[in-house]
């Protein structure tokens, strides 16, 4: 009998004060997001952590076309066999998310041919293939930089259509490559499995590569040392994150290290602290986040090495690798090689970091910048209240049918309405619907590691003193507990706390040189918290589904990364 998580309670029509879904004009592939009804309840939706604070009114189209437009459009693509892609509910301004199911039978076995037929296509190009894209994003990425003061509403309205359709093609390109790459992977750990390796291996044999992520941490780690040579930790010492920008800007001591933050912000500022949402400042534009970053990296006695670190992280790669083969024949030696070899050319651990810094921290901010220059034309008060119309409402201001007299006060209450659900993400359950034998898509699969760890560890219930999940990087860590659930506040953490999230993206990845371990509530072997920490040599521990409701901040806690198990020592 399948199992069901009910949705009753989630079942209502409350949502943004004054949605009209009647004038929604933004771009679906199949679903357009919604909230829930009773006939959900027959799919299976997990919470989606991507987006732990929600989503503002404006970001709800960069979700639409977005993960919604281009997961659709790269599974037809691609032909992968039971799923059409992505979809969302909406409880709140927080998301659900499930795929879009195939249900024919002769056609999931047409779609199968189709997609193992163009595998090996697939993957034997995607080197190149992936090169190309760059090369493309780069040329989209001219929008972050075009000057879009002293626009009128018709161009800013201009502006903004161009930025959408930046989205729809980033997020084209992100799932084109992910859906090869993920199917790849998985196809490689059932090789693992008939050839009895453990399948959680695989992530770690294909571990080692720097990405564009893990180079921004460099850059970071080099802007600590600088500011150390330049005798500004005293500075950084006694004042709060949020000062720092005007005092260091204002003193003669940091003129030349403040230089070196505005090359660094240029190329690597263009990220926000979370994903497709508008609503925050890129580093760019606010750049607290690396301040706070740099203030608690000098209260780290030791620079952090990342290239021993590395060292290691390859010879621990090239020993399992060693492990592994050892206990094959050499027929069986052959197949492991040869899926081995595919997996390397078109890496899912490394490309699931690199491909952030083009996509997923940056493509939506062309929207933000869109927003902020009507909302400057405008003359809004306080231009944070932009982002709290939708799309339709929007462009209605861009064409003059609407004025901002007519939306005020309806921003100023959703806004409101937006701030008090804040509170009430923890008490959402993490999912919820009928749970399938398998999950077909491969991204919900590997990235949201909805597995046997996670649906264990659901089980528990109230203060529990151990907590099991997927043992996703090895090593033993204790510490004290510091529970994020957004990464505003990230900046903030102290070296040698133990992290514990529901999940973690790359906006989070510069805490990992400091912190000890990293437990989260969510997430699979490809998920970027299981990534990163076998990047950085830290325990790590995922798909533990009750750590934020189960661990206090302050609690000394005991992470086992090697056995997925994380025991609460003593109470805060």
Known sequence: MARIFPLDELITDEWYPGYDPAQEDSVVAFDRPRTFTKEDEAFFWPLDFHEPRGMVPLAIAIVSEGPGWGSGVAAEAVGLPATRGLRGRFVGPHVYATDVPVTSAFEIGIRAQRVQSRMPELIAAFPETWRRRVEELEQWRTLERLDVEGLDRTGIGAFYEDAMAYSRRAWEIHFEAMYPLAANYVGFQGICEELGIDPDRVATFLQGYD??????????????????????????????????????????????????????????????????????????????????????????????????VLADVVAERERQ??????????????????????????????WNEEHNFYIDLRAHIPVRRAALALACL??????????????????????????????????AERRAWFEAWQPRRPSLPRVVGTLPEGVADPIVQEIYGMGRHYFAALEGEGDVERLEGLPAAGGVARGRARILLTAKDLHAIEPGEILVCEATSPSWTPAFTKIAACVCDVGGSLTHASIISREYRIPCVTACAIATTSIRTGDEIEVDGTNGVVKILSRA
Not at 321 to 349: G, K, M, P
Not at 391 to 404: H, I, K
């Open 211 to 308: 990405s564009k992520i893990t180079e921004s941490d460099r850059e970071l780690w080099r802007l600590t040392r600088l500011a150390r040579e330049h005798g500004l930790e005293a500075i950084f010492a006694h004042a709060e994150a949020r000062e720092l920008a005007s005092i260091l800007a204002q003193a003669p001591a940091a003129a030349a290290w403040w230089r070196e933050l505005e090359a660094f912000l240029a190329v690597w500022g263009w990220r926000t602290e979370g994903i497709m949402d508008c609503g925050l400042a890129p580093w760019i534009e606010d750049p607290v986040s690396v301040l706070g970053t740099v203030k608690t990296f000098l209260q780290k006695r030791d620079e952090h090495d990342f290239e021993t």
């Open 378 to 411: 405008l003359e809004i008060e306080d231009p944070d209240d932009i982002f709290f119309v939708f799309s339709y409402e929007f462009r209605g201001l861009c064409r003059g049918d609407r004025d901002w007299t007519d939306l005020a006060s309806l921003a």
């Open 321 to 350: 690798i060693a492990e592994a083969r050892a206990t094959l024949t050499v027929e069986e030696q052959r197949t492991f090689d040869a899926a081995l070899a595919s997996c390397r050319a078109a890496n899912f651990t490394w």
